[in-house]
T-cell receptor
Framework: IAGITQAPTSQILAAGRRMTLRCTQD?????MYWYRQDLGLGLRLIHY???????GKGEVPDGYSVSRANTDDFPLTLASAVPSQTSVYFC????????????FGPGTRLTVL | GQNIDQPTEMTATEGAIVQINCTYQ??????LFWYQQHAGEAPTFLSY??LDGLEEKGRFSSFLSRSKGYSYLLLKELQMKDSASYLC??????????WGAGTKLIIKP
């Protein structure tokens, strides 16, 4: 692995189903982030983690949960998917929280029907 | 509220120069980032400004005026591969990035 990987690449999901989007980085970055990107809107932060074992809520956290059991992995779970969660989801990481650029994974395109 | 404004779309000619503007109103300021995003791909980092002035990196330069809440990205000697969306983001007082909706740049031969 080099950088950040996300899985799946794309997914079509029935409303009401549970779904976990996976994110793994091998850069030993402390901070990780989940964003959603919708047409005409900027990237919006869902949840973040400044270091393993800690998580925080971003701008649009409702309907999503995260965990950070170790440095490398930061899964995003939709407990009961709704059509408004149709979006492209990007995971990102950075060495720290100040002054550092964020590195992005390739994204997961999720469609909820 | 927090707000980042950028033009939705711009068109320029191959070989020319284009300036993409970004204005912001945020709760605190801890730096401004520019990212490039090709269609269907992830954003990639271009530049970072935290002090006023111009930062130059090859064909790309970024300018910041904190007193005016204003930045621009200058792209010189445009190439067809520069066709992409350019995202402006500001790190706020909570050290979170607030993102603009992006400027889609179309390069014509």
């Amino acid at each position: 692995i080099a950088g950040i990987t996300q899985a799946p690449t794309s997914q079509i999901l029935a409303a009401g189903r549970r779904m976990t989007l996976r994110c793994t980085q091998d850069m030993r970055h402390n901070a990780m982030y989940w964003y959603r990107q919708d047409l005409g809107l900027g990237l919006r932060l869902i949840h973040y983690s400044n270091t393993a074992g800690t998580t925080g809520k971003g701008e649009v956290p409702d309907g999503y949960s995260v965990s950070r059991a170790n440095t490398d992995d930061f899964p995003l779970t939709l407990a009961s998917a709704v059509p408004s969660q149709t979006s492209v989801y990007f995971c990102a990481s950075s060495p720290g929280t100040s002054g550092n650029e964020q590195f992005f994974g390739p994204g997961t395109r999720l469609t909820v029907l | 509220g927090q707000n980042i404004d950028q033009p939705t779309e711009m068109t320029a000619t191959e070989g020319a120069i284009v300036q993409i503007n970004c204005t912001y109103q945020t709760s605190g300021f801890n730096g401004l980032f520019w990212y490039q995003q090709h269609a269907g791909e992830a954003p990639t980092f271009l530049s970072y400004n935290v002090l006023d002035g111009l930062e130059e990196k090859g064909r790309f330069s970024s300018f910041l005026s904190r007193s005016k809440g204003y930045s621009y990205l200058l792209l010189k000697e445009l190439q067809m591969k520069d066709s992409a969306s350019y995202l402006c983001a500001v790190r706020d007082s909570n050290y979170q990035l607030i993102w603009g909706a992006g400027t889609k740049l179309i390069i014509k031969p």
